[in-house]
């Protein structure tokens, strides 16, 4: 439930004060938005959630995509997995392919460019808290090609960056737990990885994953 009658609660996650300062500046001339917290990375926000009541919990994240401790990408993965409530729209700089289906594979209901206008931004969230994705031409013709590339690609090439940094960790045989200190994830996302790992490689156990990773030559001896 909103803290306010009407109102929609935010959390904006970029690791540029200036920019958290622009965008808060921008969103309160909204009445029905009202900012709840800021962070400097995805950690951040992370930790903040979990610190946090489920009434005090934002409705939103406006997520940064690139971030250092833990950018924008790896927070949408936690974040929907652990609060599916949470809608995340991606805030970036960036318009590639690949990062565009990573950010909505992640979880992430919208893509937008810093580039954009006030409107065209409150217009987005407006969108995501219905949980309708709002995505300029550009932006949806770059998750085009993001998905016809993915299609293109064999089940063994078809793995994320971050499935592929599990299933290595896998084969060097180290537990979820393990797992989970060493990419600052939670154990729940490691299961996740694991259970992506193995219906897109079609085995059946974290052995067999690690067989398939020497197999491939991917495991450094």
Not at 20 to 25: D, E, V
Not at 28 to 41: G, H, K, Q, R, T
Not at 61 to 70: F, N, R, S, T
Not at 121 to 148: C, E, H
Request: one cysteine or more.
């Amino acid at each position: 439930m909103n803290a306010k009658a009407g109102t929609y609660k935010i959390m904006i996650a970029d690791d540029h004060d200036m920019v958290r300062t622009g965008l808060r500046t921008y969103l309160m001339l909204e009445p029905s938005f009202e900012i709840v917290a800021e962070a400097a990375n995805g950690q951040d926000a992370l930790k903040q959630l979990e610190a946090a009541s489920e009434e005090e919990r934002p409705d939103l994240i406006l997520m940064d995509m690139m971030m250092p401790v833990m950018d924008g990408i790896e927070a949408t993965r936690e974040i929907a997995a652990r609060y599916p409530s949470i809608k995340v729209v991606m805030l970036t700089s960036f318009l590639e392919d690949d990062k565009v289906f990573e950010a909505i594979q992640a979880g992430a209901v919208s893509y937008v460019l810093k580039t954009v206008s006030a409107e065209e931004l409150i217009y987005a969230l407006n969108g995501a808290f219905k949980g309708m994705p709002v995505m300029t031409a550009d932006v949806s013709q770059a998750l085009t090609r993001g998905l016809r590339q993915h299609a293109a690609q064999g089940a063994d090439e078809g793995l994320t960056e971050r499935e592929k940094e599990v299933l290595l960790l896998i084969a060097e045989g180290r537990t979820n737990k393990d797992i989970g200190e060493e990419l600052h994830i939670s154990i729940k996302t490691v299961k996740t990885h694991v259970s992506n790992l193995l219906m897109k490689c079609g085995l059946e156990d974290r052995t067999q994953l690690a067989v398939y990773a020497h197999r491939k030559g991917w495991v450094k001896n």
